[in-house]
């Protein structure tokens, strides 16, 4: 089986982070995968201004070059009033410029998100949805997966607690693998 580099960007800057702590259990499934998962940070990324676009920053420049390295990106969001948090679509603003640059074009990638609410970052993941697809980027479409967070989720470790939503991740994170194939 090939291997290939995702970058994680997690859309929290939390602390601690629900959904920081569901990418780090969902990254333990990942070497069976095929996956070899990097960490794409955007805590560090100014507010986006069009005169940046001019004179791009070293931060803007080093997220974009991050995603640019790797062969497709793994996108774990919060859901901030039915829709993804501000840092996150700046952090995508940064990577969609300057115009005609987007660094999401034609980048594999998969989308997910987890709340303690019933409906489980649903909104907050068909807007995010809908913004990648106007970058040309191709999405994991199925499964959908939407994380419900109860007590019992997480082990005392850290990992996912039950066999068959870890098998179910197992098989996107697969999902995943076969889209970047495909797109190689
Ligand atoms: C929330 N939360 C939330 N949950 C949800 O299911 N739908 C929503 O629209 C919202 N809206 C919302 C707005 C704001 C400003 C906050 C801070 C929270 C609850 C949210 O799911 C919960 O705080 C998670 O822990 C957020 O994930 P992170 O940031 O901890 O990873």
Redesign the pocket.
Known sequence: MAEYTVGLIVG?V?E?????RFADALVRLAPETGLVVRDIPIAELPFYGAQYDKDFPTAGRAFKDAIENVDGLLIVT?????SI?GVLKNAIDWATRPAGHSSLTGKPTAVTG????V???A?AQNHLKAILVAQGAPLVGAPEVYIRITDDFFTEDGAIANEGTREFLTAFLQRLHELIRRWQ
Do not use: V
């Open positions: 929290s939390s601690p982070s629900l959904n920081r919060p859901e901030y009033n039915r948090p987890a709340s303690k609410g409906i489980s970052t909104l």
